[in-house]
């Protein structure tokens, strides 16, 4: 088996979520005169790829260092719902099962597309990536329970809709404009579709279900949609942790990751040396689906 990085690159340039504190580093000394170097880091847990746990929105949940190793490992389904979805859309378990298998207990990360407008990529856009991604309604959140999925990653800002969190109080342009989008497309504001009971849902209900999720991938995701593989997270052993940075892979067969992998030398690669999203061509990949 190889592994397939979901991460994508931290550093001081990584956002956090809005208004969490980002990744600051310095050195704290040098190979002159101490002989070596060494930096101090600070940061929330909220930057970069990273799992939410339970403790993030639920009391009583387990915190990051109580998550089994073989619970953040197991068999996964990647979907990309990227030809589905534009900004501020509602994505929907349909669109989910029309395109990959989804079995009960799977992992399910989730290619919105999104992960092109991440401050690594050539076409880095952190508000739209923030703030325009599209997200699920409760529907969704109602399916993954009883499909009775493991946990959710996503390669956005949230695994919930931005407008269906504290973003659109913030942003009121871009609530303008989401606002517009809702009435064109589901005929309703966006205050009528995610009312105050539903305010935040895919942490607020699934987290004291169990079901929790990873938020910021990338990484070389663009080779494996549509696709079933091992997933693994390993975030820190973190105590007391609500969050925690971790990271993500995919391990593949020899043989796959050899094909994959040949795919991605004939691609445009970012300068962190991931697939540049925005420039892939998916039907590379075609081969590697099943339907």
């Known amino acids: ?87 501020y859309d509602i994505y929907t378990s349909k669109m989910v099962e029309e395109r990959v298998e989804v079995k009960e207990d799977d992992i399910l990360i989730i290619n919105t597309g999104y992960h092109k407008y991440g401050w690594d990529q050539p076409t880095a856009d952190e508000v739209t990536y923030m703030v325009k991604h599209p997200g699920p309604d409760r529907e969704f959140a109602e399916w993954a329970k009883k499909k009775k999925i493991r946990w959710i990653g996503v390669d956005c800002g949230s695994a919930d809709h931005p407008m269906n969190t504290i973003i659109r109080n913030w942003m009121p342009r871009e609530k303008k404009e989401a606002d517009a989008h809702f009435q064109e497309k589901y005929g309703q504001s966006v205050e009528e579709r995610f009312t105050d009971d539903k305010y935040q849902l895919m ?19 663009d080779l494996l949609l549509n696709q079933r593989v091992r997933v693994g997270a390993f975030p820190w052993r ?20 050899e094909a994959l992998m040949k795919i991605k030398e004939g691609s445009e690669l970012t300068k962190h040396g991931d697939i540049a999203a925005d420039r892939f061509d998916k039907s590379k990949i075609a081969p590697f689906q099943k339907g």
């Open 238 to 257: 973190l105590v007391d942790g609500e969050s925690c940075i971790c990271r993500i892979v995919a391990f593949v067969e020899d043989e796959r990751y």
């Open 1 to 87: 088996m190889k592994l397939i990085d979901l991460t994508i690159p931290l550093g001081i340039g990584t956002p956090a979520w809005p208004t969490y504190e980002p990744l600051q580093m310095k050195y704290f000394k040098r190979l002159a005169p101490n002989g070596a170097n060494g930096q101090l880091l600070t940061h929330s847990n909220h930057v970069g790829t990273h799992m939410d746990g339970e403790i993030h929105f639920y009391s009583p949940g387990r915190d990051i260092a109580q998550l089994p190793l073989d619970f953040l490992e197991g068999e996964a389904a990647i979907v990309d719902l990227s030809d589905a979805v534009v900004d």
């Open 203 to 221: 942490h607020l209900e699934m987290f004291n279900r169990g079901i929790i999720h990873a938020e910021c991938l990338g990484g070389d995701i």
